[in-house]
């Protein structure tokens, strides 16, 4: 009985934690530029006396899925989707400088560019001044020129776009932007984008839902266990009283 608690147990808690991640990806199904978490799980002894047979299933967070997603035109000149396995570099909350592949981008009111949420653009040498009043678009390399009216465009800038050896370097942070473990990446000069467009999440809403309800019937399984150990637990606890 003990030791099909434990399995019971085991599965259930690992159930519970596959709907975690999977519910966290199909909340983000239209977010741009999302990358779908993956999830695996290791078996992780007990130590003690009398639990040598006993093992737990401990989650351990693989990384993300690389794949892309959908491109959709927009046609706005600040719209831009990386291509290929190349991230745009920006400055997160923290001051520190992580990456995304969200590429919807604006100018503030300081003249800064920036992310549509605010969060602060990087350049090869750092934030980028946009003039005022002025016509942006960007080049397939990153190159921004900014045209006021009367006068020729002038170059103002270029994106910082890093491309990442593996999946394994960037760890994915509590504020949805990626970080490498190492230290800051250097800027790839053969990153490419595509301007007038946006990268879509690459998670599928179909194979979520069908892997969430899976990930439910098993838990319903494992519980089931765990009710079915209980009830042998007392059966055999009356048997040896009655003896």
């Known amino acids: 009985m003990d030791r099909m608690i434990y399995l019971s147990m085991a599965g259930a808690k ?5 709907q975690d991640v999977l519910s966290h990806n199909l909340a983000n199904v239209t977010t741009n530029g999302f990358r779908a978490e993956l999830q ?11 639990a040598s ?10 990384g993300y899925n690389d794949a892309p997603g959908a491109l959709t035109p927009t046609g706005r000149n600040l719209d831009v989707a990386m291509q290929g396995r190349a991230w745009l570099a920006v400055q997160g909350l923290d001051g520190t400088e992580a990456y995304t592949r969200a590429g919807s981008l604006d100018v503030n009111a300081e003249g800064l560019l920036v992310m549509r949420n605010g969060l602060q653009v990087l350049g090869d040498g750092g934030p ?6 002025s016509e942006v678009s960007i080049g397939s390399d990153g190159t921004i020129s900014a045209k006021q009216p009367g006068q020729r465009p002038t170059t103002v800038g270029r994106l910082k776009l890093v491309t990442p050896e593996t999946t394994a370097q960037l760890t994915r942070g509590d ?8 230290g800051d990446l250097p800027a790839d000069p053969a990153a490419r984008l595509q301007d007038g467009a946006l ?11 069908v892997a969430m ?21 007392q059966q055999s606890a009356k048997l040896l009283g009655s003896t």
């Open 14 to 18: 690992a159930a519970m934690q596959r």
């Open 213 to 233: 309800i899976a990930a439910g019937r098993q838990f319903e399984q494992q519980m089931k266990l765990m009710q079915i150990a209980q009830t042998q637990g």
């Open 53 to 62: 047979t006993r093992a737990f299933a401990l989650e351990t967070t693989i």
């Open 128 to 133: 980028i001044n946009v003039p005022q009043n």
């Open 199 to 209: 990268e879509g999440s690459n998670v599928s809403a179909v194979e979520t839902m």
């Open 175 to 182: 504020d949805g932007l990626f970080r490498a473990a190492d």
């Open 40 to 50: 695996a799980f290791r078996a992780v002894p007990v130590r003690g006396d009398g």
